[in-house]
């Protein structure tokens, strides 16, 4: 046996250019092409020969188009309808599809049972609506009597559906319906990644007796003729993630050995699926542990999916073949195309990567599809498995393989149909059906994503769809695409995406091994002791920065008293006119430098930030990222704002408006974003032309002292930028100089009311104040919601950052239909997060920032213990200031009366009547600032963005991480007066206006008028 290969690495997104290169040097000869293409024609005659209908998905897709709207309104009917518990809201989400198309034509439109039983539902549905108004209320429809009936055939639709997409809802019952067949199978117990252990161990057992039940009715045919099933990791560990990597390779390469070797001892195919691209290293780290041991030898029924849109395929391929090679065995591979391409990108995007990890243009997925599977036909120690709806695809497969290679095609249950009949009229290659297992209204979610990917306008399955579709068009060889680039032309870089007013900040994928331990290497690397003190000498003595994580001391601070407040605002004042002056260029490009150095020196703030500031290390790098993203957009906007501008008016008259900067800006910034919102401020002051005394928060003020610097050596003279670190008494003293142009102020609402008192009672010119703060932000949910997806985005609202953000989730209320299994879901995701020291990869929650804020945390959470509100308490690390999350059940909104600023997440329940009545309560509590909602339901979306519950309004997302640029941030009453911060009108509050009007008609008369000519 040779040695164990060493763990897979690849480049995490290869530039498109150098694969575009590759596939054409690859390109098939002209025989061999004339060869692919009188096959792939041979094809797509016999499936449109078969008869009138293709039938299946692509039948559907027909029929229902995505690019229409009745199309959208059946896949959102598909994807929710049958998880609602209540009628209420079923009504309101059929009535919310079916008014937003016209079903009446689709009525009994083909021959094919699934098509005509679904536009006889959808269209009976449709008339019954139209009885009333477009958008008539359920009330009303009600009270003619259609809506049951509506409801009745909705419903029964969407289980057609499930029925024609979904093989079995039990594996008994799949098993029946595979009884006979001359196809393979291989059987999916389909669903969500597990949330929990709970979910961990019900999927584990789910497997384990399919694999158990297909095992006593396998056929005696050696692999790889034999059943199989396919597994999916995340199914199997509630964390399944790049971060938690050493806790995944402890607990999950057990579990999936099990269930390989009851496998083995069927002689059964088992497949790991595939993941996303974050998750492939981690996949390939769990399946190597696997197949080194030693009770699998002598085993070829072991495989795994590779999806060929990523750019890493091709790497994997050949890692499985070096392992296969180290272990004297033969693995199964499974080639797709691949799925969740749209969230790849934008994730991709949002992590602020270099490139992409899948490619951009279906073309060259489809090229690199035909290039891995070269790579598999050749591959002795691989058995190549080909899962594909493409005529093309298979031609070229069949080609490539000649008359005596070993491989099989596959299919997902419900689509292709019509192009294997064809096939199997030409050809004995075998097909293994995908088949999903499950209760269709668990499955149907998912299902509806490969609907809606198969059906995409671009695939082969949507064109083939339509008989109109020319031969040439279904055939076209994808080399010949490369003439117009190896990228998508409307699909920009991760890079720049914001282009051309700024770039997107650079970020760091932590499931790409390399990029992580680059990012490790620079912080061991750049960690270095660390000091604050004020810009104008003080005789404060110094103290230590202790660290929340366990008080070990991480700094020294001088603080500003109130002798050197006084000198730094005269500096300050006396700098002003100079800064002022400076060319709105040379301050932006100056902005823009500190944002460049910033993403350099990474290495030295990202400790700092965990150290100081008790940020886990993706807090820390989005929060560095956001303070670079901050300084480029400002200094865009300034380009944009701080110039002259010229204004209409009557002939003889010249009109300019000139933006100056105020004078001296007081910045006072919180410590829970210490160096995002603290640039954020200090920069849009500064490049809007003011000078800048900034004030830190007490208990980060190392973070800030570093950023200070940093923008002096961008260039920001010492003068205009003066550092006051201290405590409240400090900022109190700036704000009350009479010298203040204006404040800016992140922080909690009583001081935000102080600040603004203080600058009413002063003498001097009235100064603005831009304020931002806190809330008790709420989160409706109905019943259309997934709840998955529901508890991903309600972890990440409350307790991400411990749950310190003034954005953060802190009220969440359930429909009562659906509270009790969400509850219960919650629950368990929450037990799975750690709690500790944040510079550990593998932490999800640090501590809170210091003894003050753990000690009112500690007597709120025992006061509501005392009421018995607790239902899950976590544990925390018994040193440092560490407050574990808390789920706290609540009668009503109105029991809470105020913001909890920390992992205490409070939930409630409302009946599905009472939504308007749930969302005035929610809008008394006075806070404006951030507002989630989770609905299917289009109607319900639109009500309350008119409405503005909340400075920002998030649907179906979390509640947190607003993007500079394109969710600007701020609320208003008592979260704030805005304007947002990161938003188009967020600098023009730090600037004054001057209009200029001149007569030019004094000077003589107006040339301009009198040389018009005729």
């Known amino acids: 046996m040779q040695r164990e290969p060493p763990p897979f690495v690849a480049p995490y997104a290869p530039p498109d250019e150098a694969f575009a290169a590759a596939f054409l040097a690859g390109r098939p000869d002209p025989d061999a092409r004339a060869d692919i293409d009188a096959k792939a024609r041979a094809l797509i005659r016999g499936m449109r020969a078969q008869h009138s209908?293709?039938?299946?998905?692509?039948?559907?897709?027909?029929?229902?188009?995505?690019?229409?709207?009745?199309?959208?309104?059946?896949?959102?009917?598909?994807?929710s309808l049958l998880r609602v518990p209540d009628d209420a809201t079923a009504d309101q989400l059929i009535v919310d599809k079916l008014t937003a198309g016209d079903f009446s034509h689709h009525e009994a439109a083909s021959d094919t049972l699934l098509v005509q039983a679904c536009a006889y539902a959808l269209g009976l549905s449709a008339r019954l609506v139209g009885q009333g108004e477009p958008r008539g209320l359920v009330a009303d429809l009600a009270r003619r009597l259609g809506l049951p009936t509506l409801r009745v055939a909705a419903r029964q639709a969407m289980r057609l559906m499930g029925a024609h997409f979904v093989f079995g809802e039990t594996i008994g019952d799949a098993l029946a319906r595979a009884n006979g067949a001359s196809e393979r199978f291989s059987f999916d117990m389909l669903g969500e990644g597990a949330r929990s252990a709970a979910d961990a161990a019900r999927y584990f057992n789910a497997y384990a007796n399919a694999i158990g039940a297909i095992g006593e009715q396998a056929s005696d045919r050696p692999p790889p003729d034999r059943p199989g099933i396919s597994v999916k990791l995340s199914a199997l560990h509630p964390r399944y993630e790049a971060i938690s990597r050493e806790r995944v390779l402890k607990e999950l390469p057990p579990r999936v050995l099990e269930l390989a070797r009851l496998a083995k001892d069927r002689d059964l195919v088992f497949t790991i699926d595939a993941e996303e691209a974050d998750r492939l290293e981690l996949s390939l780290d769990v399946i190597a542990r696997v197949v080194a041991d030693p009770s699998l030898a002598g085993w070829d029924g072991f495989g795994l999916a590779v999806q060929a849109y990523q750019k890493r395929a091709s790497a994997v391929i050949d890692y499985a073949a070096a392992l296969a090679d180290a272990h004297d065995r033969r693995f199964m591979l499974r080639l797709v195309k691949g799925a969740y391409w749209d969230s790849e990108i934008k994730r991709a995007q949002e992590r602020g990567l270099a490139d992409y990890p899948v490619f951009t243009r279906k073309a060259m997925t489809d090229l690199n599809y035909d290039a891995c599977a070269a790579t598999l036909l050749a591959q002795p120690r691989i058995y190549p498995q080909f899962a594909t709806h493409?005529?093309?695809?298979?031609a070229e497969i069949l080609m490539r393989a000649g008359a005596d290679q070993d491989f099989e095609f596959q299919r997902l249950h419900g689509m292709g149909e019509a192009l294997y009949a064809a096939l199997a009229e030409t050809s004995d290659a075998p097909v293994r059906v995908y088949a999903p297992v499950g209760p269709h209204r668990d499955l149907l979610a998912y299902l509806v994503r490969r609907l809606i990917e198969n059906g995409a306008n671009s695939s082969f399955v949507a064109r083939a769809a339509d008989p109109q579709t020319p031969e040439d068009l279904l055939v076209a060889d994808p080399h010949e695409a490369l003439r117009d680039g190896a990228r998508h032309s409307r699909l920009a870089k991760p890079?720049?995406?914001?282009?051309?007013?700024?770039?997107?900040?650079?970020?760091?994928?932590f499931g790409d091994r390399r990029a992580l331990a680059a990012l490790l290497e620079e912080m061991d690397a750049a960690r270095e002791p660390s000091e604050a003190e004020p810009s104008a000498a003080t005789k404060s003595a110094p103290r230590d920065a202790a660290s929340p994580i366990d008080g070990a001391r991480v700094g020294r601070v001088i603080e500003a008293d109130a002798d050197n407040v006084r000198t730094m605002m005269a500096a300050a004042s006396a700098a002003f006119p100079r800064w002022n002056a400076t060319p709105v260029a040379t301050r932006a490009q100056i902005v823009e430098s500190a944002a460049g150095l910033l993403e350099a020196r990474r290495g030295a703030f990202i400790p700092l930030l965990q150290s100081e500031g008790g940020k886990t290390l993706d807090d820390a790098l989005a929060e560095l990222r956001e303070a670079a993203d901050m300084c480029r957009y400002y200094a865009g906007q300034a380009r944009a704002i701080c110039c002259e501008h010229r204004l209409p008016g009557p002939t003889g008259e010249d009109n300019r408006l000139r933006y100056d900067g105020r004078g001296v800006f007081v910045c006072i910034s919180p410590w829970n974003f210490p160096l995002a919102i603290f640039l954020g401020q200090v920069a849009a002051a500064l490049v809007a032309g003011n000078a800048v005394v900034a004030k830190p928060a007490e208990q980060t003020p190392l973070i800030a002292a570093k950023a200070v610097a940093l923008l002096h050596e961008a260039g920001v003279p010492r003068d205009v930028l003066q550092f006051a670190p201290g405590a409240g008494d400090v900022g109190a003293a700036l704000v009350a100089d009479s010298r203040v142009a204006g404040v800016v102020f992140t922080g909690s609402a009583e001081v935000a009311q102080k600040i603004n008192r203080s600058l009413a009672a002063r003498e001097g010119a009235i100064a603005p104040l831009i304020a931002e703060t806190g809330g008790i932000n709420a989160m409706i949910v109905d019943s259309t919601a997934l709840i998955e997806q529901v508890v991903d985005d309600v972890l990440a609202s409350a307790f991400r950052s411990a749950g310190q953000r003034c954005s953060a989730l802190r009220l969440l209320c359930l429909q009562e239909d659906i509270a009790a299994g969400a509850i219960e879901t919650l629950i368990g995701a929450t037990k799975e997060l750690r709690i500790g020291d944040p510079r550990e990869l593998g932490v999800h929650?640090?501590?809170?920032i210091d003894d003050e804020a753990k000690q009112r945390l500690d007597a709120y959470i025992a006061e509501q213990k005392s009421l018995g509100r607790v239902i899950y308490e976590g544990e925390a690390p018994t040193s440092g200031t560490y407050v574990a999350p808390h789920i706290i059940r609540l009668g009503r909104v109105s029991d809470l009366r105020q913001e909890v600023f920390g992992p205490a997440l409070h939930v409630t329940s409302w009946r599905a009547e009472e939504f308007d009545a749930l969302l005035r309560e929610v809008e008394a509590s006075g806070f404006g600032l951030t507002f989630g909602l989770q609905t299917r339901i289009e109607e319900r979306i639109r009500f309350v963005a008119a409405r503005g519950p909340a400075g920002n309004v998030y649907v179906n997302r979390n509640m947190i991480g607003a993007v500079v640029g394109s969710q600007p941030f701020g609320g208003f009453g008592l979260s704030g007066t805005g304007p947002k911060a990161g938003g188009p009108d967020y600098l023009r509050r730090f600037v004054r206006e001057t209009t200029v009007t001149i007569n030019v008609a004094s000077f003589g008369g107006d040339a301009a008028l009198l040389s018009l000519g005729e």
């Not at 493409?390 to 298979?394: D, F, G, L, P």
């Not at 890079?495 to 994928?509: D, H, T, W």
């Not at 929650?845 to 809170?848: D, F, I, L, N, R």
């Open 390 to 394: 493409n005529a093309r695809s298979v």
């Open 495 to 509: 890079s720049q995406i914001y282009a051309p007013l700024r770039a997107n900040s650079q970020g760091v994928e």
């Open 845 to 848: 929650v640090g501590p809170v």
């Open 53 to 79: 209908a293709l039938g299946g998905v692509e039948d559907f897709l027909h029929e229902f188009s995505l690019s229409s709207r009745e199309g959208l309104a059946v896949m959102a009917l598909a994807e």
